[in-house]
């Protein structure tokens, strides 16, 4: 089966989203088509970048269950799985620095 362009029907498919190259260079005709494409993003949990901060940083070291229950849960909620204040260490004082601030700021 040799597919044909799905907006003239007429041509051989040679570029993406099934259409032929001269639809395809058509100005407006392949917005009307969305990507075919299986890595186009779809569905959930397949987000990246523009995910909001969590509402607050984990104190649990990189690696230990606590923060792989931390970022499991933050991912569930879809929210940046690593906020900036994150602890980096066991016992890092960064989260507490963090949460210190934005209580002065609130
Ligand atoms: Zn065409």
């Known amino acids: 089966m040799i597919a044909t362009c799905r907006h003239c029907?007429?041509?051989?498919?040679?570029?993406?989203?099934g259409l032929c190259w001269s639809c395809y260079y058509t100005?407006?005709?392949?917005?009307?088509?969305?990507?075919?494409?299986?890595?186009?993003?779809?569905?959930?949990?397949?987000?990246?970048?523009?995910?909001?901060?969590?509402?607050?940083?984990?104190?649990?070291?990189?690696?230990?269950?606590?923060?792989?229950?931390?970022?499991?849960q933050r991912a569930k909620l879809k929210q940046a799985l690593f906020h900036p204040a994150d602890a980096r260490f066991a016992g890092d004082a960064r989260p507490h620095e963090f949460l210190k601030t934005q209580a002065v700021a609130a």
């Open 9 to 17: 029907s007429k041509s051989k498919v040679n570029r993406p989203r």
């Open 27 to 72: 100005p407006g005709v392949k917005e009307m088509f969305p990507s075919t494409s299986k890595y186009a993003r779809r569905g959930v949990g397949n987000f990246s970048g523009n995910a909001p901060l969590p509402s607050a940083p984990t104190t649990a070291a990189p690696g230990t269950p606590e923060k792989l229950a931390v970022l499991e």
